[in-house]
C-alpha cells in the first residue's frame, strides 16, 4: 500500500496560481497511472487530471489550459500546476494512485489516496 501525502494548497485570489504535491511512500508510482480529485462542499469528489504511467495526460474540461498534471518518478511525486485560478476551483484536492498504468476518470480505478489539501479562491 502506498501512503501519499498532499502539500501546497492555500487561500489565494482569483487569477493566481498554486503548484499542489503529492509525495508518495511504500511504492514505487512509476509504473501506474496518478490522479488528482477535488470536492467542494455538498458535492462529489471529481476527477481534476489524471497522467499515465509514460506521461500522457486527462483533464477536466473545466481545467483544460488552466492545470497541468506532471510526475517526477525519480521523486515518486506528482505535481498539480493551477493557473489562473478561479472562485469555483474552490475545493480539497485529493491525490489517488492507480491500479493500473493508464490514467483514468474513475475514482474505483485508485487504490490509494491522500488526506487531502484544501485550495480556496477568493474573488
Known amino acids: 500500500q502506498v501512503q501519499l501525502v498532499e502539500s501546497g494548497g492555500g487561500l489565494v485570489q482569483a487569477g493566481d496560481s498554486l503548484r499542489l504535491s503529492c509525495a508518495a511512500s511504500?511504492?514505487?508510482?512509476?509504473?501506474?497511472?496518478m490522479g488528482w480529485f477535488r470536492q467542494a462542499p455538498g458535492k462529489e469528489r471529481d476527477i481534476v487530471a489524471s497522467?499515465?504511467?509514460?506521461?500522457?495526460?486527462y483533464y477536466a474540461d473545466s481545467v483544460k489550459g488552466r492545470f497541468t498534471i506532471s510526475r517526477d518518478n525519480a521523486k515518486n511525486t506528482v505535481y498539480l500546476q493551477m493557473n489562473s485560478l478561479k472562485p469555483e476551483d474552490t475545493a480539497v484536492y485529493y491525490c489517488?494512485?492507480?491500479?493500473?498504468?493508464?490514467?483514468?476518470?474513475?475514482?474505483?480505478?485508485?487504490?490509494?489516496w491522500g488526506q487531502g489539501t484544501q485550495v480556496t479562491v477568493s474573488s
Open positions: 489517488a494512485a492507480g491500479k493500473y498504468s493508464g490514467w483514468s476518470r474513475i475514482a474505483d480505478d485508485y487504490n490509494s
Open positions: 511504500g511504492r514505487t508510482l512509476s509504473g501506474y497511472a
Open positions: 497522467i499515465n504511467w509514460s506521461g500522457g495526460t
